[in-house]
């Protein structure tokens, strides 16, 4: 049946036609199709498989060309949509390059395969993929347009992106290691953005990432996705799912379930593998062969296969395709730093594996082979060593007394000087500070000072020197003044006042509804802000660091604001009974009726709700922020 989408086609003298065989709409027509049309459609068998594009229904359209005559042209329409051409096929759904008619612009259309006999795993997957997507707002990830459902057939509409896939482009060209790791980098950082929300891909692979007329990567076909919070029942444990090449090993193994975000740091590192070196990390006549490869075999250094490919990029890239999950980047973002880091010339983090680590792993997987290896050696090295060790014995035991001995006489004087020295440096810099509060002078000056001689006093070896500055600075401290109050006096005109943590700013209100930070005690405004209307602030807090400034207005239904003092900006406006500065500067509580909210003031992220069991009256942070 025709939807709101469906739009008729209009003949030169301005009468409407129908939308699939083109013929003038009469009084018999429903909505924009005749009534012959209108019986085929349902006489037609249901539950088709999706037609290639020349199978799907064509409409008349006419074109006026530049000497004044009419022509036919042949249109084909799915819904809002006119379709172009078809641009790829999977296993699950067919692509389409079409114009979205109400909105006038090319976009990518994905339809499900199976048509209105789609089982309901697949819809299932078919929306899912949907979702995800769409979940998703990140530059280089394909944003999706619209989902829904026309005649039976279910589709979502996305960017077209005209540059191609990444698999393409490795068809024509070779990629620089700079340009891989450039493009990399991009795809990390997109892939960390899905991980964030909870979305992991599990199929990333240059199929599944395009290019933009630009050369801009941006990942696609999120089919095999999964919700890191959720078990998904698409999923089975026991089940394969991806492309082998590019599948981490315990997705190989089929633990689908306990998959992680580092399956697909595995995957981004097969890429920039093949990007590196024009092939994948492990190839095979037959999937089965890739899988026991990867599930077994450790891949073959990049420089073997490029020799001039830069030592550092190699290692980066083969700590991505590590066996043990728990040896690669932790997250997308670390692998995307660590190409930041070689693109800028900068020490990457990734350590390099060294020869044993390389005999070991070689040794796990040929046990029989290394066993037999290790006792031969072990055999030959114990004889040769059994006749050298009595020759070497007394000799070696000589000298290494001798060598000690003396070392240890050099240890003693050095150590003997050095102790020295930083006692003496130690009196020198105390004494130091003892004449500088003196010379500052203020109230308790003399107390502190003489404090500090006291201490300076108890040195075990005081020289004649040293004693004659004590005594000197002694007798310049008498001459202290002990009490000498300073008085500074300021108005108060109007609203309530709060101080910071070291009483050199403070907050105040004025009658024109403005919020003034001031310095203390010249009383001069750094800056100001503005509250709700007609309303006056009645309870303000400075972070420890003053980098933030939170204001609360009774009279505004207990809003909040919170304003950033560095940049001006208001970082944060939402409504609480009460708030509560974390002593670190890092997190503001927010005590409302409903709960506890933890805000970030790092990033201006969602904050984190705790559900007390009882209404909470009041809400505090340990001294150490961490509770």
């Known amino acids: 049946m025709p939807n709101e989408h469906d739009v008729p086609t209009v003949n030169m003298d301005g009468n409407l036609r129908c939308q699939r065989c083109g013929v003038e709409l009469t009084g018999q027509a429903v909505g924009n199709l005749c009534a012959n049309c209108l019986l085929n459609i349902a006489l037609a068998p249901p539950g088709e498989d999706v037609p290639p594009l020349s199978l799907l229904p064509e409409v008349d359209a006419p074109f006026a060309a530049s000497g004044g005559s009419t022509e036919r042209i042949r249109v084909r329409y799915f819904g809002d949509y006119e379709l172009v051409e078809e641009i790829a096929r999977g296993g699950m759904g067919v692509v389409y390059k079409a114009r979205q008619v109400s909105l006038n612009r090319v976009v990518a259309l994905k339809m499900i395969l199976a048509g209105d006999f789609s089982s309901a795993e697949m819809v299932q997957r078919f929306q899912a993929e949907a979702e995800a997507a769409a979940r998703l707002e990140h530059p280089n990830i394909v944003p999706i347009y619209e989902i829904g459902t026309h005649e039976g057939q279910h589709y979502f509409s996305m960017r077209f992106v005209e540059g191609g896939t990444l698999r393409q482009s490795l068809a024509r060209e070779k990629f620089s290691p700079r340009r891989a790791a450039e493009l990399m980098a991009k795809v990390a950082r997109a892939v960390h953005h899905a991980h964030q929300r909870g979305i992991l891909h599990r199929d990333l692979k240059p199929g599944n990432i395009l290019l933009d007329a630009h050369g801009g990567p941006l990942v696609a076909d999120f089919g095999l996705a999964k919700l890191l919070e959720h078990d998904s029942a698409l999923t089975q444990s026991a089940t394969v799912m991806g492309t082998p090449s590019y599948m981490a090993p315990e997705q190989a193994a089929g633990h689908t379930k306990q998959l992680s975000t580092v399956a697909d740091v595995y995957s981004l590192g097969a890429i920039l593998y093949e990007l590196l070196t024009g092939r994948p990390p492990f ?50 973002e670390a692998l995307a730093d660590e190409l930041q880091c070689w693109l800028a010339d900068e020490p990457i983090q990734a350590r390099r594996t060294t020869m044993p680590e390389r005999a070991w792993k070689w040794a796990r997987r040929k046990p029989v082979v290394a ?55 130690l009196w020198n810099a105390n004494f130091n500070e003892a004449r500088a509060v003196r010379i500052a002078g203020g109230i308790g000056a003399r107390v502190r000072s003489s404090a500090l001689l006291q201490k300076l006093t108890h040195h075990p070896a005081l020289t004649d020197t040293q004693t004659l500055v004590l005594r000197q600075e002694a007798i310049a401290q008498m001459a202290l003044m002990d009490f000498a109050p300073p008085t500074n006096w300021i108005s108060k005109p109007f609203g309530r006042w709060f101080w910071n943590g070291r009483f050199d700013r403070f907050v105040r209100g004025t009658t024109s509804n403005r919020i003034e930070v001031c310095e203390y005690p010249s009383t001069q405004v750094l800056t100001s802000f503005f509250g709700p209307s007609n309303s006056t602030f009645d309870e303000a807090a400075f972070s420890l660091d003053d980098r933030f400034l939170v204001v609360r207005f009774s009279a505004a239904a207990g ?17 609480c009974d009460h708030f509560e500065v974390a002593p670190d500067s890092r997190s503001l509580l927010l005590l409302t009726s409903t709960g506890v909210a933890v805000q970030s003031l790092i990033t201006n992220s969602a904050p984190r709700y705790l559900q007390p069991k009882r209404p909470a009256r009041s809400a505090v942070f340990s001294p150490d922020s961490k509770q």
């Open 283 to 332: 190839v095979g006549s037959n999937p089965l062969e890739i899988l026991v490869q990867v599930r077994e075999a450790e891949p073959a250094s990049p420089q073997s296969l490029n020799p001039e490919l830069d030592r550092d990029l190699a290692v980066l890239c083969l700590k991505c395709l590590e066996k043990d999950p728990t040896r690669r980047y932790g997250s997308a």
């Open 371 to 425: 066993s037999l290896i290790v006792t031969v050696l072990f055999v030959g090295l114990a004889g040769l060593i059994g006749v050298l060790w009595q020759f070497n014995r007394a000799n070696d035991e000589a000298s290494r007394a001798t060598a000690e001995a003396k070392r240890a006489n050099v240890e003693a004087a050095n150590a003997r000087q050095e102790w020295g020295r930083a006692e003496n440096e």
């Open 559 to 575: 809003e909040v604001r919170v304003w950033n003092l560095e940049t001006k900006e208001l970082f944060l406006q939402t409504k």
